[in-house]
């Protein structure tokens, strides 16, 4: 644990902005209903036990379970969205 002079003391995880500031704000989570969770990245998420990185600049999450590329989002959620509109 440290302390950089902002009036955060640091345990081991970056609290740092997107903007490069230290503590102006939280990272953002955004959750597009019957689709994917935007998280900004870069992240590691862990997935069937293994840890996944993704170095984009917004993640998408697959929050449907029907993507082929798990835990990432690769669009099937627009078919199945497609489909019910149809209906
Ligand atoms: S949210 Fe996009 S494929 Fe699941």
Redesign the pocket.
């Known amino acids: 644990m440290g302390y950089d002079g902002t009036g955060h003391e640091h345990r081991g995880h970056d609290h740092r902005g997107r903007d490069g500031e230290s503590g102006t704000r939280p990272r953002r989570v955004r959750v ?1 209903p ?4 935007l998280i900004e990245g870069p992240i590691e998420v862990e997935h069937d036990g293994q840890w996944v990185r993704c170095d984009r600049f917004v993640v ?11 835990p990432l ?6 078919r ?1 969205m497609a489909g019910l509109q149809r209906r």
Do not use: F, I, N, Q
């Open positions: 597009v019957g689709g994917p969770v998408a999450l697959c929050g449907c379970r029907r993507s082929g590329t798990l989002c690769d669009s099937s959620h627009r199945a």
